[in-house]
């Protein structure tokens, strides 16, 4: 666990959003870890927020398992929040226990009908699908998106695990996904393109808002659309989820940079924007840092 002196304060996060926001970023996502944890989040959220006032941020969004959630959804959508997304890996018990460590099913649906209660929206929840651990699951998800009327996000299992035990005969693909949910239920895809998104997009029959996106990282890579850059929460910035270098943003800021020296040195940084990942290669190193250091 980072040292508190070693974490961005929201003044600081605060002002390179607002650098970010001025060089044409218009959406913000909080991910973690579990940024719920951080203590004051909804401070956080009000501050960015108020970015939207110039008309440059146009969504802001956070990632969560749920923590909070029921307490909160309220409040964080009054101070600025659009739109969250919740992890949810399994729908039984059992296998969710099995998978994440606690016994909190229960505590995520409630935060996904709070989170809904609150105006949250377009409510995501997003499944790792792992072959033997829950891909037995996709047709319950499904399911679960149709009655719920969410985007139910189901995605390929990357190298970013923390115990770094990917194999790529753990990787569902996307194609595969796509083939056993439609053998039972029938989906169909929203357009022919991903743009600059992350998702193939389908409806699901007889639904009226429920829909599953399948996001396929490894076997169908949309590294040329992607603009995203991460902000850890020690102040590095990566310019890929699978970079293997990190720029410290925070020794900049903490240096008594100017604005325009910081303005300068973002904008160097992300000219260094790796063109691919490079899972599919044989030279591939998993980062040293697991997703939850990251941020999705």
């Excluded at 929203?190 to 998702?199: I, M, Q, W």
């Amino acid at each position: 666990m980072a040292r508190r002196d070693t974490l961005l304060t929201f003044e600081e996060i605060e002002y390179v959003s607002d650098i970010f926001v001025s060089l044409g970023i218009k959406k913000i996502r909080l991910t973690g870890g579990e940024p719920m944890l951080r203590r004051g989040i909804e401070t956080l959220v009000e501050s960015l927020g108020r970015l939207r006032e110039s008309g440059r941020l146009k969504d802001l969004a956070l990632t969560t398992n749920g923590f909070k959630i029921p307490e909160m959804a309220a409040t964080l959508k009054s101070l600025g929040l659009d739109r969250v997304t919740i992890s949810l890996d399994s729908l039984d018990r059992e296998n969710f226990k099995d998978i994440t460590g606690v016994d909190k099913l229960k505590e995520v649906f409630a935060a996904i009908n709070a989170a809904k209660e609150a105006g949250l929206k377009p409510l995501k929840v997003n499944a790792c699908v792992v072959r033997g651990r829950n891909d037995h699951e996709l047709v319950d998800f499904a399911r679960f998106a149709s009655d719920m009327g969410i985007s139910m996000r189901l995605i390929e299992f990357m190298p970013l695990d923390s115990g770094q035990e990917w194999s790529r005969d753990l990787v569902v693909s996307g194609k595969e996904m796509v083939k056993r949910i439609s053998a039972e239920m029938p989906i169909t895809l929203k357009e022919v393109s991903r743009g600059f998104g992350t998702a193939w997009n389908y409806t699901i029959d007889g639904s009226d808002s429920g829909e599953i996106g399948i996001i396929a990282p490894v076997t169908e890579m949309f590294c040329g659309a992607c603009s995203r850059i991460r902000l850890t929460a020690d102040g590095q910035i990566r310019t890929c989820l699978f970079s293997t270098v990190e720029h410290d943003l925070r020794g900049v800021l903490r240096s008594g940079a100017s604005r325009d020296e910081v303005i300068e040195f973002v904008r160097d940084v992300t000219l260094t924007k790796e063109a691919s990942h490079h899972i599919n290669d044989e030279t591939f190193e998993q980062p040293s840092r697991s997703m939850s250091f990251i941020g999705g």
